[in-house]
């Protein structure tokens, strides 16, 4: 949509686990920051995870994936329950919707707020964003395995990488890079290893930082990033990386800002031939689902995410800002809320 | 070599960078410990890395790998310099060192010894070891590119693995954890989005588990257990995991329990059919190279798993007990020592 629509249409994929919970309070939060601006939400709830599985033997059909595209934009809550056997929802649904809509920047933030606790005893100044490739590397089912079951197997994963892919994930990541202060890009890979994969996004960066020269650019084997990203998280402000990297990285970093309660994530697709996907990065925890004791902030800031990209920089903030509130005062807190009480909290500050 | 062996010989490849000078002081307390044992030593230095390359275009010739062949261990310092193309050493020395010569368990302890600082707030008791496969997975060389420098440039990456390669490793690792007192094996992939390797790996470890009843298995995401390691690494007792995530997972360990300058390793053929190497996890550190500033103590701590797959648990001990005491003092030291200094002081603990 644009930025002068006043109607925004939603899919809202809740899901599984905690899905259905942090959804809600994700939903009333986007009504809170939307009030008196003029524009609307219209949401369509698509049934798609476990229950639907068992039900109709179904992750995502043609149909299904038809009427998400003609959204403007998709909340999705969490995928994934142990009553379904590993694999079928994740590549059969969440990673088939990344794939068919072409969310090639995977965008996951890292930010350390003031008043979160972080494991680490001295974090120092963190806010970071991961620019994760989300349609290529290991992730695109390019896998196979002969002779199971016998002393003989083989089960081989493919990781494919094109310039295509490569480029304008990296050239994404530069713009970010370059919109902000300190304008400093980390490609992370392992190419001493991965040399032709690994080649391949080194000089991509090479490339691209060209058409960005006041970008300063370094690079990081994955296995020395993880090091940095506790010793030393501040140093970093973009990082650019393939999908299974950023898989990783952003759960450490998730970790590191405070804890995946906190991570929020948008599956982008710039060129907007698709609507894009916001999600919280944690997953559908079934040991603490139905009992309000999920924390809906990260899928509060992936809705904030949401605005941001519909061009609604204002509300946006003022979502991102209720969180930064909420959060500075958490410390003091008498006691721990509930999933619907963190919501309507944070819709207060939204909407106060 | 057997235990009642009175001389072992050691192939020693200090490498590059900071490797040289660590090996030095690895094999100073290498001798201590020997010392009124009965056992000798006789090493042989073999020149790979970097300058034996930029001499003669050679990384490891067959000439050079049936002369380490015929060792009963290998004593490795770093890999690595700027000035080689990247892949070239790690590749044509390091890993074929691994892959030629079978070790198929690349044994990483995670240890945090008292009185060493953790960037974790409240790390715990941490005392883990990682079994990272070293023979496939990602790691296996079976990548290529078409249209290498166009627009149309595809690189792929094989991840291969095998029943047989993971089978012995999980063996390995069940046997590793039996051993333990806490008796806990977590296996670490990605098998909802890697489902042919994850699978087979899942399988693996479940069939395995028969033969030890006695150990308790679980399993992680990859990037789920990066968020353990900062959050609760004193959940790990063994954790066995494939190449590449083993890779990272172990970076990310050493860091936790004190920095990489700490984290020794042993490259494993358990089956004695080669000889096995032992090097400390850190690379050749260029930027500190020739200054005296490396720290010798990962070196010395893979001395002591040298000694304990030779079977001379006394001195392997005696070495780690060395070490674990000059750490505990290193708090309240005036002043930062030098890499030899280091090596001298923990070889006068080891006689002492
Ligand atoms: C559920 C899984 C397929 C997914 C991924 O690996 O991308 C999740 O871990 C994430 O990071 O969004
Ligand atoms: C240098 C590199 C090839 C190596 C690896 O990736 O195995 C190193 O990172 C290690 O962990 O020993």
Redesign the interface.
């Known amino acids: 949509m644009s930025s002068n629509a006043t109607q925004i249409s939603l899919a809202v994929v809740a899901g599984d686990g905690i899905g259905t919970e942090v959804v809600e309070q994700g939903l009333l939060v986007l009504d809170a920051a939307l009030a008196g601006s003029g524009v609307g939400v219209s949401t369509t709830e698509f049934d798609l995870g476990a229950r639907r599985w068992h039900a109709t033997g179904e992750t995502l059909t043609d149909g299904d994936l038809e009427a998400i595209r003609a959204h403007d934009a998709i909340l999705l809550g969490a995928i ?1 329950d142990p009553s379904v056997p ?2 079928v929802l ?2 059969g649904l969440l ?1 088939k919707l990344r794939f068919a809509l072409d969310h090639y920047v995977n965008l996951r933030p890292g930010k350390l707020f003031p008043g979160v606790t ?5 974090p120092g100044d963190v806010d970071f964003v991961v620019v994760r490739e989300g349609t290529e590397g ?2 695109v089912g390019n ?3 002969i ?18 892919g490569v ?1 304008r994930v990296v050239r994404d990541a530069f713009a970010r890079a370059a919109a902000r202060p300190r304008k400093k890009l980390t490609l992370v890979h ?11 996004w ?2 991509t960066v090479e490339a691209v930082n060209a058409e960005f020269p006041d970008v300063t650019v370094d690079y990081l084997h ?3 990033a ?2 940095f990203l ?2 030393n998280p501040s140093r970093f402000d973009v990082i650019v990386t393939d999908n ?1 990297f950023g ?2 990285l ?3 970093a ?3 800002t405070g ?2 309660g906190l991570a929020a994530s948008a599956n982008i697709n710039p060129d907007r031939t698709a609507p894009s996907m916001f999600e919280p990065v944690h997953g559908s925890a079934p040991d603490i689902a139905g009992q309000g004791k999920a924390d809906p902030t990260a899928t509060v800031l992936s809705v904030a995410l949401l605005l941001d990209h519909l061009g609604l920089r204002t509300q946006a903030q003022a979502v991102e800002d209720a969180v930064a509130a909420d959060l500075a005062e958490r410390g003091a807190a008498e006691r721990v809320r509930s999933t619907a009480e963190v919501g309507k909290d944070l819709a207060a500050r939204v909407a106060g």
């Open positions: 994934g590993s694999g994740e590549r990673l972080s494991p680490l005893a001295a290991p992730y896998g196979g395995a002779r199971v079951g016998t002393p003989h197997e083989v089960a081989n994963e493919v990781s494919v990488n094109t310039a295509f480029e392992k190419h001493n290893v991965l040399v032709h994969a690994g080649h391949l080194r000089r994955v296995d020395a993880t090091i506790v010793t299974l898989d990783i952003t759960d450490l998730a970790a590191v804890g995946i």
